[in-house]
């Protein structure tokens, strides 16, 4: 059994494996969403 340092660091990182993904998805919605809405407001 390891140290409470180590078992913490790898709950930590196992954690954040996942958010990364979500952020990375998140930042490129926010990207679209962006570029749509400067086409709608050169339209009108």
Known sequence: ???N???TTII???KAKPNRK???????????NAAI????ADES
Do not use: A, F, P
């Not at 979500?22 to 679209?32: A, E, T, V």
């Not at 809405?37 to 709608?40: D, N, W």
């Open 1 to 3: 059994m390891g140290s």
């Open 5 to 7: 340092r180590k078992r």
């Open 12 to 14: 930590r990182e196992r």
């Open 22 to 32: 979500n952020l990375k998805k998140n930042q490129d919605r926010i990207q679209k």
């Open 37 to 40: 809405l400067k086409e709608l």
